[in-house]
């Protein structure tokens, strides 16, 4: 049985205020659930204050990004023991953001993973296609190579390594995968994880989808086989929306 996973990605939004202020209100609201496992990934500013309103809660600590080296001249960098010490446990690794706009590459994303993984901390490694992609037929192709980077370090610990299947095209657009073509790539993905790490690793290893989830869309996505939570960019800002996200990911009985 995979927990659910749902962590809201913050992006550039929330000053230390704000950001204390949404991560009450969620505690306060998803304090009595625990079958869903619920992460937050504020701007790097707000981890350390995040994290203090965090100490009595189950919720968990993302950043949504990090670097591969642990220190030395490489200005503006944080390395992943420096998020472990403010009290990240996980961290985003690949968003498409970063390999859209900062150059992220599959040989970045791979050294990041090492790094992090190294650090103690959870992954959440994203893959994705962009719409020119899928309209040439290359979304498995996509993943694939996405998959293949983030896993270059080697088979990654089954807990500490979640993968997050965000089409480029559904990112901040409004415009959600259907929960068949969701569910398709994400059948897909444990495909390669079953070549790639075995049986055991492939049934193990969380799946989120992420790309426009918002609670009028969450429930049909997260009844999807293959689907094990969300990455929630938008709409985890709004603390109504993102707890009734985390309701939809809740399993059911059969
Ligand atoms: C994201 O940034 O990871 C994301 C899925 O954004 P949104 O939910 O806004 O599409």
């Not at 994290?51 to 990004?65: F, I, K």
């Amino acid at each position: 049985m995979r927990t659910p996973f749902v962590v809201g990605n913050w992006k550039l939004h929330k000053n230390v205020a704000e950001a204390q202020a949404l991560v009450t209100e969620l505690k306060n609201q998803l304090g009595a659930i625990r079958d869903v496992a619920v992460g937050v990934a504020p701007p790097f500013t707000a981890l350390w204050p995040v994290a203090r309103r965090l100490e009595d809660s189950h919720l968990v600590l993302a950043a949504q990004d990090c670097f591969w080296e642990e220190k030395g001249a490489w200005t503006g960098e944080v390395a992943p023991t420096m998020l472990a010490d403010v009290g990240c446990t996980w961290t985003l690794v690949g968003h498409s953001e970063r390999r859209t706009h900062f150059g992220e590459t599959d040989a970045t994303v791979g050294k990041k993973v090492a790094a992090a993984l190294k650090a103690g901390l959870g992954v959440i490694a994203c893959v994705g296609e962009t719409e020119a992609q899928r309209d040439a037929n290359q979304t498995f192709a996509v993943v694939d190579a996405h998959l293949d980077g983030a896993l270059a370090g080697g088979a990654p610990p089954l807990d500490r390594f979640v993968i997050a299947y965000e089409p480029v095209w559904a990112i901040g657009t409004g415009r959600t995968a259907t929960p068949a073509q969701a569910q398709e790539v994400h059948a897909h993905i444990r495909g390669r994880l079953r070549e790639r790490l075995g049986d055991a690793a492939a049934a193990a290893i969380r799946i989120q989808y992420g790309g426009s989830v918002k609670a009028a869309n969450a429930e049909t996505l997260m009844r999807q086989p293959d689907i094990d939570g969300a990455l929630v960019g938008g709409a985890s800002l709004d603390a109504a929306e993102f707890v009734a996200i985390v309701k939809a990911a809740r399993p059911r009985p059969a």
